[in-house]
């Protein structure tokens, strides 16, 4: 695919990101998501069109409000940018994957048909990171919708490519419970002082998603990059003269960890601890 196409796909990803971020300001405030003007949250004043176009408006005013000059939260920008990127990634990887598509009849069709559920499917997760970052509580209704697109993408596969009763595909159609039992046990055992219920619908989801060897990388990549975190956390804090001291479940919503950990799994196929070829071993 050409630079001009990528750009188109960027454009399209950074304005979903814009819906995204209305749409998980005002979840479950009362207000639309789709109606009701946007306005300044400092003076008030109502946002006009052009200063509602995604990434444009936020460049050229500066980051600040026309109005009162308060600065803007860079999050809005940044979850465009985010959104538009994993756009992109995602056509990248159809285009890789498009040698398994063009042998089929109507190829084509499923490659751009699973753009759009991808890119539908990761929108979700960057509202539901969104929200988890603000609220520490994932939006049921959004935790549901991802684990049945999830299970329906398991299930199209196992159709589409035939079920065997081998290792890896009896570990594949598994996922979803291996992954979830985890969370829901420390959940259960730390009367959800460790980590949220909502984790482990989520790590439900992933599991179905992307399968053992990758969703049980995505999860362990989480860990890893939430340990890193904390630890930078702490220091920073020290470093401040604030207590350093960091609570787990209460003080670092996991959802997000868990999230860029997919991303990172589905776009790279990285393999944290070569587990694909433990599952052969054994
Ligand atoms: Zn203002």
Not at 139 to 149: C, K
Not at 156 to 166: E, I, K, Q, S, V
Request: with cysteine.
């Amino acid at each position: 695919m050409d630079f001009l196409s990528y750009l188109y796909i960027f454009i399209l990803g950074a304005c979903i990101g814009s819906f995204i971020n209305v749409l998980a300001l005002r979840y479950n405030t009362g207000m639309s998501a789709v109606s009701g003007s946007s306005q300044c949250f400092h003076c008030g004043t109502p946002l006009k069109w052009y200063e509602l176009i995604p990434l444009v408006s936020f460049i050229v005013q500066l980051g600040k409000c026309r109005t009162c000059g308060t600065y803007l939260p860079w999050r809005y920008f940044a979850v465009e940018i985010l959104t538009g990127v994993l756009f992109v990634g995602i056509a990248m990887r159809q285009y890789y994957y498009w040698p398994l598509y063009s042998g089929f009849q109507h190829g084509l069709l499923y490659s751009v048909l699973f753009f759009v559920f991808y890119a539908f499917v990761f929108s979700l997760l960057v509202a539901i990171m969104l929200y988890d970052i603000r609220h520490m509580i994932i939006p049921d209704p959004w935790v549901y919708l991802f684990i049945a697109l999830s299970l329906y993408k398991l299930l199209l596969f196992m159709y589409c490519r035939g079920f065997t009763f081998m290792r890896s595909d009896m570990l594949d159609i598994l996922a979803w419970v291996i992954l979830f039992l985890p969370f829901a046990l420390l959940w259960a055992f730390s009367s959800g002082r460790w980590i949220g219920f909502g984790d482990a619908k989520l790590a439900l989801g992933i599991g179905a998603l992307l399968g053992f060897t990758s969703g049980l990388s995505a999860v362990i990549l989480a860990f890893w990059i939430g340990a890193v975190w904390s630890v930078g956390m702490i220091l920073w804090r020290r470093f401040k003269g604030q207590d350093g001291t960091l609570t787990f479940s209460s003080e670092v919503p996991f959802a997000p960890f868990l999230i860029i950990a997919t991303a990172i799994v589905f776009f790279t196929r990285i393999d944290v601890l070569n587990i694909g070829n433990m599952i052969e071993l054994l």
